[in-house]
Structures are given as C-alpha cells and as structure tokens.
C-alpha cells in the first residue's frame, strides 16, 4: 500500500552522526519503498532553506516542515516567511537544541502556528528536554494546535507508555512511530489513542525504512488500519 512518511531529514549530519542524505537519495528510497510522501525536515534549524529547495526541486514528493529553534532571535520570522513559501508544519527539537518542551518560551511559537493552521512536530523521548510529559503540558496550554510527539517517546518503554498516556489525556496529542521500541505499543496507541492519531515514520537517515515498514506492520493489525497509519492519518493531518 501507499505510504506517507511523515518524518525524515536531508543534510550533513556531522559531529555524532557523521553521515549525509540528500535529494537523490531520498528519492530512491521513495520509489524503493512506495513511498508517495515525504514529510522533510533538514539536518538542524539552520538548514531550512535545503529543505526549500527539496521543495521546489520535488513538490510532488516533498512535504517542508520547517525546524524551528524558539530562542532564536527571528524565528517568528522565519515561521512565516517558510510557510508563505509552501511550508506545511514546524518541527521542534528541545534535545538538540537545548530547551524544555514545555517552556514558556515556546508559547509564541505554537501561538504563530495556530494562526497559520500548521501542525507542530516535537521530537520525544529524552530527558531532560523533551520527555512526552513535557510535551503534553505544552499541548494542556494549546489545545486548538496538533502536536506530533515524534518517535512516541522513543527506544525507553517507560517513555513510550508515557506518550500513550500523554496522547490519551490531550486530544490535539498525535503520536509518530519512528525509532519507536515495540510493535505492541504502535497498537495499542491504534487501539486506545485514535484510529486517527498514529502516524508512520522512518526518520530517514537514522534508522533503515524496511524495518520501520515491518516493525508497523508486526502490529499485526487489520489492512484499513495499517492504511490509516502508513498514509491516511498523515494526509488529513496535513488536509
């Protein structure tokens, strides 16, 4: 079935990472795997206008999702001036960027993305910045804003129950199964969240798209769910 990636990179990852992904490569992916879009974050919030190219080199296949530091100077600025250009979310990173998700701080930020009707996607799963319960305080103070906690709390299983709990008590909590752990709480997040608030991921470059596929699909859960999860979530989402 079609597939909708709803979190994956392209740049230099330097430093830790040391590793590189670009256009071309993304694309062989998407056509290896069936993949009809990809939601693309670049390697860091600098690298917004990589992603703009992506974009304007790939419009069928790119969705930009521009990654967004709070305390940076512009960075309303920048919000609008990405989604004027056709962007469609904001990505927020505390871990990497060194701020807790549920600061203050980041409430003009999801201020702004209520204005212009964008999702915002949050990467989870470690302390001290961006825990799920974090993330749920912040989406307690924006309701009327879809939050993606990104990777679901990620590889800790106590992390992983806590962005299941967390999607369960707010209802703008949608959850991203990237470099999540267990099979079984991709389900029971199908099960007990929302048959609307799951959503496949791979976090290209970092983690390889078969075993993302086969981790979503050892839900062993019915074919009209796992088209919701691999695609369908994600295009209404994003309308």
Known sequence: MKIIDAHSHIGAFGSWARFDFDLPRLKEQMAAFDIEKTFLTGANA?????????????????????????????????????????????????????YPADDTLVDPVIDLAEELGVPVFVHSGHPPYSLPWQIGWLAERHP?????????????????????????RY?????????????????????????????????????????????TRATFLPPEALRRIYHDNAAALLG
Request: hydrophobic share 45%; glycine share 6%; charged share 25%.
């Open 144 to 168: 009327r804003v879809p939050i993606v906690l990104l990777h679901m709390g990620h590889a800790h299983g106590v992390y992983v129950d806590a962005a299941l709990k967390t999607a369960r």
């Open 46 to 98: 600098h690298d917004n206008d990589a992603v703009l190219r992506a974009f304007e080199a790939a419009p069928d296949l790119v969705v930009p999702i521009a990654w967004i530091t709070p305390t940076d100077r512009g960075a309303l600025d920048d919000i609008r001036r990405y989604v004027a250009a056709g962007f469609r979310g904001i990505k927020l990173h505390p871990l990497f960027d060194a």
């Open 171 to 215: 209802p703008n909590v949608y959850l991203e199964t990237s470099g999540t752990s267990m099979s079984v709480k991709i389900r029971e997040a199908y099960e007990t969240v929302g048959t609307d608030r799951v959503l496949f991921g791979i976090d290209s470059p970092f983690h390889e798209p078969s075993v993302e596929i086969e981790k």
